[in-house]
């Protein structure tokens, strides 16, 4: 496997690739999880890559190669404008992936942020033909009002008024992937989601899967439940999620 460090557009990737791979192999442009970076994932891009798979992994914003003096508490602060930028960075990498003659399938992945941000990416774009949402979310606006409460059960103090607060939620509801679930039945989609995850709480998409079951809507999905698992993919669920979308985009 070759691993470049490149810049696309101002962004660093790690850009991962067998050498007799042809320009029209399918992509996966796979996304970090909150205070990770592009190199921690590279296990993805291994699995990716010996089935064929080029891969490129950015550093969002604030992270990895963008990384700035923040406190944790500064950076927390900043999670809906780092995924925000994140789901915008995602369509200039796709325009990257084409004037760099790559013309295969595009999937997209990502863990925990990136699994956040991959769902409000199959809300806004057409291009992604496979999907992979590891302990993520439906829905911005849920994990937003969760995270409010869990700042406000701590005691603390964001400085937001309650009109502030609606903004922010307004903002975020066309990334709502549960608004649009007719984009699974067209996009084969892996979700992965330990029952005991604490951070990115279950019931941000299992009751959405449960309701797809329910009214025979189930599309392309192939859901995940590990009863076991908190916060943490496990290597069982990394290997299915990368064989399932490596035999979507052939």
Known sequence: MIVQQENWAGIPVLHTYAENMKDDAP???????????KEHNLHYAFNLVNQGVRVVLPDADLHGDRAKDYSEMQLANSFWEIVLKSTKEVAQLHEQLKKRGFTGKVGLAGTSMGGIVTSGCLRQYDFIEAAGILMGTMSYTELAMHQLQQFEQQGIDLGLSEEEKQKILHILEVYNLKDQPGVLERVPTYIWHGANDAVVPFSMTYPFYEQLVATN??????????????????????????????????
């Open 27 to 37: 992509i996966v442009i796979f996304l970090h999880g909150f205070t990770s970076a």
């Open 217 to 250: 809507n189930i599309g392309a999905i192939h859901y995940v439940v590990d009863k076991k698992a908190g916060h943490a993919v496990s290597r069982a669920g990394m290997l299915e999620m990368c064989r399932f979308i490596a035999q979507r985009l052939e």
